[in-house]
Nanobody
Framework: QVQLVESGGGLVQVGGSLRLSCAVSGPTPGATAWFRQSPGKEREFVSSIRWFDGNMRYGDAVKGRFTISRDRAKKVVYLQMNTLKPEDTADYYC??????????????????????WGQGTQVTVSS
């Protein structure tokens, strides 16, 4: 059973940076992703990383500003968030699946494909 624990959220000013962490326990997942959700909005794909080769994907809203990475020894996935905007304000969730799809698969950005979820961490970007 995979368990995920997020940390690193908080309050930051526009243009600032935060780094989220997702500690993974249990079997190493095939892929881990970050999603976010704010009140009244649907869950949005942020980024994903495939564990065996580090293949990464990003949502259009965060490309060029966010970077996902993983530490295989520590079994932690990081989300470095730079140049934060008010619209980045949301609860951020770490998700994992035992599966690993082809690089071009749309499954990575589909929250329904993930079996394990963390409790979420709140990010607030103030202007």
């Amino acid at each position: 059973q995979v368990q995920l624990v997020e940390s690193g959220g908080g309050l930051v000013q526009v243009g600032g940076s935060l780094r989220l962490s997702c500690a993974v326990s249990g079997p190493t997942p095939g892929a881990t992703a970050w999603f976010r959700q704010s009140p009244g909005k649907e869950r949005e794909f942020v980024s994903s990383i495939r564990w065996f080769d580090g293949n990464m994907r990003y949502g259009d809203a965060v490309k060029g500003r966010f970077t996902i990475s993983r530490d295989r020894a520590k079994k932690v996935v990081y989300l470095q968030m730079n140049t934060l905007k008010p619209e980045d304000t949301a609860d951020y969730y770490c998700a994992a699946t035992s599966r690993a799809w082809n690089s071009g698969s749309n499954y990575y950005s589909d929250h329904r494909q993930y079996d394990y979820w963390g409790q979420g961490t709140q990010v607030t970007v103030s202007s």
